[in-house]
């Protein structure tokens, strides 16, 4: 019996709207990778207490079924419903699931700007590093340095900091005064003024130094991270000659900023749009209905803007679905979504970051390609776009897929990242693709 809802992802957004479909009368199946629902922002340890909006999954076992560790590789029109397939627990077994319309909940991933010596061990993305203290907790090391752009490093800095770490400097590649653009966008969110406030008065408490128009251009080390450089930015990012100083640290939470997961929704031929910061997401209109009839998407994945925009798109998403309409709700929606526009104008990375790239550096780690190696396909070679970088060098051909490096490829290419478009959205054992799954819950 296929269900009236299927929702890819487990994160607020995912949650928000199984619950609401739930409590509007649909059958819902709600499908995560994760064996723990709650995406990255409720991620917790097994055993701790379960965050009070995953637990309202629990209360309609009737409407809702949630099917962890389920990685959703494909969505198809199958006559007048769709069928999901996708690859369940650690034996990959082959699953399938009908539903009349589709929800696509699937989150964002970091952005990393490769730098050298961001291959060293100690060195990880600022979102890992939260995760880390979500899931162990664990200290990614005694004395860490956070670095990037984007607000997430407030967050991450403090709450290394509460944890026991010595955080000796918060590098900020953007500058805050970006917000002063965005005035009425601000008014209009007080808590997350808020918010950021109170991230601030933990660091400095702990007497963490607060670097904007900087970055972690060099980490240093032998058998993993001992120290990082750190210079001074122009407003294109470039590097400043001679601004240089090192910092003493055993580990580095590193991240600039977060890219919304477009795989599947790619795949099925949604539309997306541009987001203020140059990244690609999922374009929807009042409803959350994305171009493609009997989809919809909510949360990062139509722009990064936090876990309460998350909740109230998923909320959106579901009322339509149900033919409702929420005058409330859309209000909210467009309150958030300034704000997250004025956020990601804020910190979106300037043209100038790959001066600090020497032509030694790695881009892409999987196969171990270098700036060098991508520069010259592009000078050299004639390579004007990142597919054609990738067929030369074979950037972007390992296990990744580019997810990591293909961003940075993008950029020495002379371009801004295009949405990812996959026939796969992940590793699929070749019997799969041979034998579709018969049985569909």
């Not at 619950?19 to 701790?48: C, K, N, Y």
């Not at 890992?128 to 162990?136: D, F, I, R, S, Y």
């Not at 900091?161 to 917000?179: D, K």
């Not at 339509?320 to 704000?339: E, N, P, T």
Request: charge should be positive; include cysteine.
């Amino acid at each position: 019996m296929p269900a009236d809802l299927a929702v890819v992802g487990a994160g607020p957004a995912g949650i928000a709207a199984a619950t609401t479909a739930a409590r509007l009368g649909l059958s819902v199946t709600l499908l995560d990778a994760g064996q723990r629902a709650g995406g990255q922002i409720h991620r917790h340890a097994a055993g701790a207490p379960v965050p009070r909006e995953v637990r309202r999954l629990t209360r309609r076992p009737d409407r809702i079924t949630h099917l962890p560790g389920h990685h959703v590789w494909t969505v198809a029109r199958d006559g007048d419903t769709w069928l999901l397939h996708a690859v369940a627990g650690p034996d990959e077994t082959p699953a399938a699931v009908r539903a009349h319309a589709v929800l696509l909940a699937t989150g964002a991933c970091e952005r990393h700007l490769p730098f050298p010596g961001w291959t060293l061990p100690g060195v990880l993305g600022a979102g890992g590093a939260q995760a880390l203290l979500k899931g162990g907790p664990a200290l990614p090391g005694r004395r860490v340095v956070v670095a990037g752009s984007g607000p997430l490093l407030l967050a991450v800095a403090g709450t290394l900091a509460a944890a026991g770490a010595r955080v000796p400097a918060l590098v900020e590649a953007a500058g805050y005064t970006g917000y002063a653009h965005h005035g009425a966008a601000l008014a209009r969110n007080p808590a997350k003024l808020l918010q950021g406030a109170r991230h601030g008065a933990v660091l400095l408490r702990r007497s963490t130094r607060l670097l904007t128009r900087h970055a972690v251009t060099a980490a240093h080390g032998t058998t993993r991270v001992e120290a990082v450089t750190v210079t001074r930015l122009d407003t294109d990012w470039r590097p400043v000659p001679g601004t240089g100083r090192r910092i003493p640290c055993d580990a580095l939470a590193v991240g600039h900023g977060l890219l919304p997961q477009l795989e599947l929704a790619t795949a099925l031929g949604c539309a997306t749009r541009r987001t203020p910061d140059g990244t690609p997401a999922v374009d929807t209109d009042a409803g959350q209905r994305t171009s493609v009839p009997g989809v919809w998407a909510a949360g990062e994945t139509c722009g990064v803007g936090g876990a309460e925009l998350a909740r109230t798109e998923g909320r959106i998403a579901a009322l339509s679905v149900a033919g409702r309409h929420s005058a409330a709700l859309a209000r909210r929606r467009g309150r958030l979504r300034a704000f997250a526009a004025a956020m990601a104008a804020a910190h979106r990375p300037g043209p100038g970051w790959t001066g600090w790239l020497t032509d030694t550096t790695e881009v892409c780690r999987c196969e171990e390609v270098t700036a060098g190696r991508v520069r010259d396909a592009v000078t050299g070679l004639g390579a004007g776009d990142a597919r054609t970088v990738k067929l030369l060098t074979r950037a972007g051909m390992g296990w990744c897929q580019g997810r990591v490096c293909g961003p940075a490829v993008a950029r020495l290419a002379g371009q801004d990242p295009a949405p990812d478009r996959r026939p796969l959205s992940c590793p699929v054992p070749l019997r799969h693709l041979a034998h579709p799954p018969g049985d569909e819950r």
